[in-house]
């Protein structure tokens, strides 16, 4: 047998197995997994007008409004938060679990959390000590340890057994809170810390994005979780997402709007003071105060700044140029969505300082003030957790033998090798085209963040500055893109967290689109690198070959077992290989 035929034939049974075995993980019946009838056309919309793509891109996040007002209503609302008031009052803890795009939001949810019992403390001196052990009821799970924030662990989310052992290490017990975000609603190693939870006599929250009834009747996993007597669901099922799959847009905005507002009451009851923030109050508000948001984010000064901002991306992009982000009190926001970008549109990741020979990030992160290890800290307001799992650990835990016996580096020590502080690096800037991005919300000071503050800034070719809400009095430079938004001032912040969100959101989805990377409403670039991203590969395939589930996924394995593809190139996805090689058009 030639080698051919045995890459072949390999590929075959691959994926038959996948077809016939690996069934839990063909999602193409989920509400998020779907296309969404608004942005059918989006990739060609955006390739005509900039704006008109921007606009009908963000026309999703409305769907975000009846939903939230719905789930403000609702009991299980009420009791998340006064349960979580009561447990922080009897110095029980919260715990936030979840994955992938989610997964950073619980990191960054707990930062939130720290950043105003830190600021309480300051505030109201003889209460200092109560807000300091508030501060530190809180603990967040994401799945593959905080390395995943930087850059995706994968295969991690398909073991039950992983979660399990995460939500061991936080030391959850009895009377705490976990609140697990889960987008599909069926994410094994999600799953597993509610069950850890549960088994610990810990009161569990699960949010999820599908409907109940279709997790049920498919997973058993799910159904399990769903239907035990000590966990509170609540649905915030949308309908798809505006690019089809991508839960880091809709459904993760609406969870931190309903987790982010449920913190915001619950502190305002703890508060041993009346705290100087505008108090939203009541359910209406919230869900009013996000829709008034999402008018602002599409008036035409915010239109224009949006496309010279996307415009100015992909322009550079194309060259082979590298954009830097240098942020301040938000940087952790920036993180998240430069890091979703690799995953999705099959992007570099980012690159640690022992990686000599790896592409070089598109984009990346830069605290202007501080060094790498300060940076961190600063970020998640505490000191960085990794994971340090043995083979015999993953061997335990029932892992497959790839990650036994090559198991990822996800130490603290790890994570501190991503040089994301304000140390010189060349290689942000060695290409011929390069920009340092700026981002200043209009809540921190001007003099934090309207100079770079990078050592090495002015070797960037190119530098712009973007502020969100009111612009500075004294701006002169030519580079500046004003984003004039109205944010309200709230005690964690939230609406301002919800703003970069969305605009980084759209702003990076309409980059990609620019550069071709998404077709019609569909991640042609997605990389398949687990078995949730392999069946929507899958899918992808079908939908515009037409081929039916089977034998686009077999085509999809051909593909992927082809030894001549050069992954490092980033260039072409499997998926629109197979489709280059069905003669198909996309």
Known sequence: MN?????????????????????????????????????????????????????????????????????????????????????????QRVIFSSCGASGRLVILLEAMWREFWNQAAIRFPKHSSLCRRIENQVASIMTGGERALIRAVEN??????????????????????????????????????????????????M???????????????????????????????????????????????????????ALEEAFSGILPEKHQTKDLGSENLWADQFAELLDQLQQPQVINGLSRWAELEAALYRKGGLVTYSADCYLLDILSDTTERTPTFMIPPFRNDEDLNGPDSWAFVKHPHYSTPETWEYILKRPPRGLSWSAADYQKMGADRSIIKSAPKLSREDILKYRIGNEPDPSRYVSTESVLITIRMNNESVKSTQTAGLPDANRYKKQVWITIGDSPDKVLNPKFIPLPVSLSETSINLFHHLALKMILNTVSTATMALLGRISGNWMIQVDATNKKLIDRATRIVAHFSGLSYEAACEALFQTMYEPKIDRLEFKKSYVIQTLERLGVSY
């Open 3 to 91: 080698q051919g035929n045995q890459h072949q034939n390999q590929a075959t049974r691959a994926a038959q197995y996948f077809i016939h075995h690996e069934i839990p993980f063909h999602l193409g019946f989920l509400t998020t997994e779907q296309s969404h009838s608004k942005t059918l056309n989006f990739s060609d919309l955006i390739r005509r007008s900039t704006a008109d793509g921007l606009i009908n891109l963000m026309e999703v996040d409305r769907d975000i409004v009846p939903v939230a007002k719905q789930a403000f209503h609702s009991e299980p609302y009420q009791m998340l938060v006064k349960e979580v008031t009561q447990c922080i009052r009897q110095g």
């Open 156 to 205: 991690f989310e398909d073991y039950q057994s992983f979660g399990r052992r995460q939500a061991e290490e936080t030391g959850i017990q009895n009377q705490d809170i976990m609140i697990a975000l889960t987008e599909g609603g069926e994410i094994s190693s999600v799953i597993g810390s509610m069950k850890h939870a549960l088994a610990q006599h810990a009161r569990v929250f």
């Open 207 to 261: 949010i999820h994005n599908n409907p109940a009834e279709i997790l049920r009747s498919h997973f058993e996993r799910s159904k399990e979780v769903i239907d035990h007597p000590e966990v509170i669901t609540i649905d915030l099922t949308t309908g798809p997402m505006a690019i089809a799959g991508s839960t880091r847009m809709q459904a993760t905005t609406i969870g931190m709007l309903i987790v982010g507002a």
